[in-house]
Structure formats: C-alpha cells, structure tokens
Nanobody, 121 residues
Framework: QVQLVESGGGLVQPGGSLRLSCAAS????????MGWYRQAPGKQRELVAV???????MYADSVKGRFTISRENAENTVSLQMNSLKPEDTAVYYC???????????????WGQGTLVTVSS
C-alpha cells in the first residue's frame, strides 16, 4: 500500500508565499513522476506542475515564474514553492505520484487527500 501525505496549505494574502510538501510512504521501488494538481470550486482538476525522476519539469502557464516544484528521489518527497500568490490560485491542491512501482514490474497511480490553499485579503 502506497500513501501520499500532503502538508503546508493554509490562508495567505495576495502576493504571499506558501510551500506545499508531499511524502510518499509504503512499499516503493521507484516513482516516475510526482506532481501537483488543483481543483477550485466548480472547476475541473488541473495540472499545476510535475517533475520526473530525472528532474524534468512542466508547469501550467498560469503558474510559470511563480511556482517551483522540487523533488527528493531518495526520500520520495515532492514540494511546491508558491510565490506571488493570487486569489485565483485558491483551490484544493492534490499531490500525485504517477507510475509508482511497488514491485519491479508493477505500478499504480496514487493521489493524496488534498490540502486547501486560500489566497485572500
């Protein structure tokens, strides 16, 4: 069983910063990609940022230059540094681990429970 546990959400004023962290635990051989998605009220879940095991990154256009994703492969953790936050960044942020290998040839996709980020004055 593989689990993802997120931390770091909360309330912040526009222009402020937050750092989200996510740790994977369980029987893990390796994880190909870890990332962050978000879902605002009444909207579909969308990709925010993703990082692969060789540190290739991809960001949504709406967060480029403001958010930075990083990863510690040895610890199976991923973080999202969010700067210059805007009210439209308000959402539940979900950690995702894609192609999480729990045996040499078997993998699954894992989601965290979500952490709320509210950007408001």
């Amino acid at each position: 069983q593989v689990q993802l546990v997120e931390s770091g959400g909360g309330l912040v004023q526009p222009g402020g910063s937050l750092r989200l962290s996510c740790a994977a635990s369980g029987s893990i051989f390796s994880i190909y990609a870890m990332g962050w998605y978000r879902q605002a009220p009444g909207k579909q879940r969308e990709l925010v940022a993703v990082i692969t095991s060789n540190n290739s990154t991809m960001y949504a256009d709406s967060v480029k230059g403001r958010f930075t994703i990083s990863r510690e492969n040895a610890e199976n953790t991923v973080s999202l540094q969010m700067n210059s936050l805007k009210p439209e960044d308000t959402a539940v942020y979900y950690c995702n681990a894609d192609r999480t290998y729990y045996s040499p040839n078997e993998y699954l996709e894992v989601w965290g429970q979500g952490t709320l980020v509210t950007v408001s004055s």
